[in-house]
């Protein structure tokens, strides 16, 4: 059997959405490795979605289940910067 193609959708929607936020935290570019921390607290945050092709949960969802998605990843990664901040020496501590 053959599973390779087998992923967790949301691990390329979260990666890119910490990537986008993390240009509005100075204090973040300075401490990169601090984004995969706020990627892994992030992703513990959102609903785990496995899938065999990008497009199937796309498909399979409505319009309303995929911004519910956004929505859900944009207030994971939001919390978790805040996190990550707060508990790391950029974070002013």
């Known amino acids: 059997m053959d599973f390779s ?20 935290h100075p204090e973040l ?7 995969a921390d706020v990627a892994c607290i992030a992703l513990n945050r959102v609903q785990t979605r496995y899938i065999r092709n990008d497009l199937d949960f796309a498909f399979y969802q409505t319009e309303t289940e995929l911004l519910e998605n956004d ?5 994971a990664v939001e919390y978790a910067i805040g996190l990550v901040l707060q508990r790391s020496a950029v974070g002013g501590r």
């Not at 929505?71 to 207030?75: G, K, M, Y």
């Open 5 to 24: 193609t087998v992923h967790n959708v949301q691990e390329k929607q979260v990666f890119e959405a910490v990537a986008e936020v993390a240009s509005l």
């Open 29 to 35: 570019r300075k401490a990169p490795d601090l984004l």
């Open 71 to 75: 929505r859900q990843i944009a207030a």
